[in-house]
Protein backbone atom coordinates (compact mmCIF):
# COMPACT_ATOMS: atom_id res chain seq x y z
CA UNK A 1 0.00 0.00 0.00
CA UNK A 2 1.18 3.82 -1.00
CA UNK A 3 -0.63 6.03 1.63
CA UNK A 4 -1.14 9.44 -0.51
CA UNK A 5 -1.76 13.04 1.68
CA UNK A 6 -1.90 16.10 -0.26
CA UNK A 7 -1.71 19.31 1.14
CA UNK A 8 -1.31 23.63 -0.05
CA UNK A 9 -5.00 23.98 -1.38
CA UNK A 10 -6.77 27.27 -0.29
CA UNK A 11 -8.00 29.96 -1.84
CA UNK A 12 -6.40 32.66 -4.20
CA UNK A 13 -6.95 35.22 -6.00
CA UNK A 14 -7.15 34.90 -10.63
CA UNK A 15 -3.53 35.51 -11.34
CA UNK A 16 -2.01 34.14 -8.32
CA UNK A 17 -0.29 30.43 -7.65
CA UNK A 18 0.29 28.17 -5.54
CA UNK A 19 2.13 25.17 -5.01
CA UNK A 20 0.57 21.89 -4.16
CA UNK A 21 2.39 19.24 -2.33
CA UNK A 22 1.43 15.43 -1.89
CA UNK A 23 3.64 13.87 0.83
CA UNK A 24 3.76 9.92 0.09
CA UNK A 25 4.37 7.03 2.27
CA UNK A 26 4.42 2.87 2.58
CA UNK A 27 5.85 1.34 -0.21
CA UNK A 28 9.44 2.87 -1.44
CA UNK A 29 8.17 6.13 -3.56
CA UNK A 30 10.73 5.86 -6.37
CA UNK A 31 9.17 2.85 -7.65
CA UNK A 32 6.27 4.63 -8.37
CA UNK A 33 5.17 6.97 -11.67
CA UNK A 34 3.23 9.92 -10.28
CA UNK A 35 0.27 12.02 -11.40
CA UNK A 36 -1.87 15.17 -10.28
CA UNK A 37 -5.42 14.73 -11.40
CA UNK A 38 -8.67 17.95 -10.89
CA UNK A 39 -12.08 17.05 -10.28
CA UNK A 40 -14.11 20.73 -11.05
CA UNK A 41 -17.61 20.76 -9.32
CA UNK A 42 -20.28 18.93 -11.44
CA UNK A 43 -17.44 17.50 -13.75
CA UNK A 44 -15.52 14.13 -14.34
CA UNK A 45 -12.14 13.57 -12.67
CA UNK A 46 -9.25 14.81 -15.50
CA UNK A 47 -5.42 14.25 -16.38
CA UNK A 48 -3.33 17.21 -15.02
CA UNK A 49 0.28 16.20 -15.18
CA UNK A 50 2.55 13.00 -14.34
CA UNK A 51 6.07 12.22 -13.57
CA UNK A 52 8.14 9.58 -13.83
CA UNK A 53 10.36 7.87 -11.46
CA UNK A 54 13.35 9.71 -11.44
CA UNK A 55 11.66 12.78 -11.92
CA UNK A 56 13.30 13.05 -15.54
CA UNK A 57 10.23 12.95 -17.09
CA UNK A 58 6.68 15.36 -17.01
CA UNK A 59 3.70 15.25 -19.19
CA UNK A 60 0.90 17.47 -19.19
CA UNK A 61 -3.18 17.91 -20.42
CA UNK A 62 -2.98 20.10 -23.06
CA UNK A 63 -5.13 22.77 -21.60
CA UNK A 64 -2.20 23.19 -18.30
CA UNK A 65 1.18 23.17 -20.41
CA UNK A 66 2.65 26.59 -19.82
CA UNK A 67 1.02 27.17 -16.31
CA UNK A 68 1.56 23.73 -14.72
CA UNK A 69 4.80 22.26 -13.29
CA UNK A 70 5.35 18.61 -12.03
CA UNK A 71 8.21 17.77 -9.74
CA UNK A 72 9.48 15.08 -7.55
CA UNK A 73 11.54 15.37 -4.19
CA UNK A 74 12.58 11.16 -4.13
CA UNK A 75 14.55 11.55 -0.78
CA UNK A 76 11.16 13.32 0.43
CA UNK A 77 8.67 11.00 -0.72
CA UNK A 78 7.08 14.26 -2.01
CA UNK A 79 5.31 15.01 -5.52
CA UNK A 80 4.36 18.76 -6.43
CA UNK A 81 2.35 20.63 -8.47
CA UNK A 82 3.28 24.55 -9.18
CA UNK A 83 0.29 26.58 -10.48
CA UNK A 84 0.89 29.71 -12.49
CA UNK A 85 -1.82 32.06 -13.09
CA UNK A 86 -5.01 30.64 -11.87
CA UNK A 87 -7.87 30.98 -13.01
CA UNK A 88 -11.52 30.72 -12.04
CA UNK A 89 -11.67 27.58 -14.50
CA UNK A 90 -8.85 26.30 -12.13
CA UNK A 91 -11.23 25.69 -9.32
CA UNK A 92 -11.43 22.06 -8.71
CA UNK A 93 -10.18 19.15 -6.36
CA UNK A 94 -6.65 18.23 -6.81
CA UNK A 95 -5.77 14.39 -6.22
CA UNK A 96 -2.24 12.92 -6.61
CA UNK A 97 -1.98 9.20 -7.33
CA UNK A 98 0.79 6.79 -7.84
CA UNK A 99 0.87 3.53 -10.43
CA UNK A 100 3.84 0.94 -10.66
CA UNK A 101 2.89 1.10 -15.07
CA UNK A 102 4.42 4.68 -16.38
CA UNK A 103 2.56 3.89 -18.97
CA UNK A 104 -0.54 4.61 -16.82
CA UNK A 105 0.71 7.98 -15.97
CA UNK A 106 1.50 8.83 -19.58
CA UNK A 107 -2.14 7.94 -20.97
CA UNK A 108 -3.18 10.03 -17.84
CA UNK A 109 -5.69 7.14 -17.34
CA UNK A 110 -7.91 7.27 -14.10
CA UNK A 111 -7.15 3.83 -12.60
CA UNK A 112 -4.20 4.55 -10.99
CA UNK A 113 -3.17 2.41 -8.40
CA UNK A 114 -3.47 4.85 -5.11
CA UNK A 115 -4.86 8.19 -4.61
CA UNK A 116 -4.92 10.39 -2.37
CA UNK A 117 -8.48 12.25 -0.68
CA UNK A 118 -7.53 15.64 -2.60
CA UNK A 119 -7.04 19.33 -2.06
CA UNK A 120 -9.39 22.57 -2.54
CA UNK A 121 -8.17 25.00 -4.85
CA UNK A 122 -10.66 27.75 -4.69
CA UNK A 123 -9.78 30.82 -7.52
CA UNK A 124 -11.61 33.97 -7.06
CA UNK A 125 -11.81 36.19 -9.98
Known amino acids: QVQLVESGGGLVQAGGSLRLSCAASGRTFSNYAMAWFRQAPGKEREFVAG????????YYADSVKGRFTISRDNAKNTVYLEINSLQPEDTAVYYC??????????????????WGKGTLVTVSS
Open 51 to 58: INWSGGST
Open 97 to 114: AADRILRTVVLGRNDMDF
